[in-house]
T-cell receptor, first 114, second 114 residues
């Protein structure tokens, strides 16, 4: 059972455009939602994270929007650059569960064309 | 400040063999988690170690086992390798407290089972 559904699987955007990646979750116990960025040959790196008590969080050009009632959240990348080309993963966890691992989406392969 | 280091970076095994992967956590971190990332998929949680004990396990068989040493470093062992065990194995470190849910990943060990 896939508990975090991510779309689209791949995305091509022109430089300066705003790619949007969407995720939906099922487990209402999840209370921490990070996004990870992974470049080829590297491990995932934390990009930005949100908790369900806020509807939006911005860090630089990256913004998370969160809709608790719909159990959905999304990542927007403003003024996208070719260097943003990577695979992006949304994830979720019940942080109160102590040792619970992150549940990841299947990833979105993003290409920013010059 | 060294981040999470993993070894080996690549290895090839045959079906039925056993493998041991190693991880040194980020300085100051006391908790190590292991994830399996199949090609084109998101990482899947294997288990987490804290105070030299396995605290939580994902949906992986007993062929997957681990260990944490007093210096917080960790090993992942996989016995009776199957073709389906071919994947990137990621180690992630964190602090058990405060539990922010933030994980720092290594670059992984790429295992190929022939």
């Amino acid at each position: 059972q896939q508990q975090v559904k991510q779309s689209p699987q791949s995305l091509i955007v022109q430089k300066g455009g705003i790619p949007i990646i969407n995720c939906a979750y099922e487990n209402t116990a999840f209370d921490y939602f990070p996004w990870y960025q992974q470049f080829p040959g590297k491990g995932p790196a934390l990009l930005i994270a949100i908790r369900p008590d806020v509807s939006e969080k911005k860090e630089g050009r990256f913004t998370i929007s969160f809709n608790k009632s719909a159990k959905q959240f999304s990542l927007h990348i403003m003024d996208s650059q070719p260097g943003d080309s990577a695979t992006y993963f949304c994830a979720a966890v019940n942080s109160g569960g102590g040792a619970d691992g992150l549940t990841f989406g299947k990833g979105t392969h993003l290409i920013i064309q010059p | 400040d060294a981040g999470v280091t993993q070894s080996p970076t690549h290895l090839i095994k045959t079906r039925g063999q056993q493998v041991t992967l190693r991880c040194s956590p980020k300085s100051g971190h006391d908790t190590v988690s292991w994830y399996q990332q199949a090609l084109g998929q998101g990482p899947q949680f294997i288990f987490q170690y804290y105070e030299e004990e396995e605290r939580q396990r994902g949906n992986f068989p007993d062929r997957f086992s681990g260990h944490q040493f007093p210096n917080y470093s960790s090993e992942l062992n996989v016995n009776a390798l199957l073709l389906g065990d071919s994947a990137l194995y990621l180690c992630a470190s964190s602090l058990v407290a405060p539990n922010t849910g933030e994980l720092f990943f290594g670059e992984g060990s790429r295992l190929t089972v022939l």
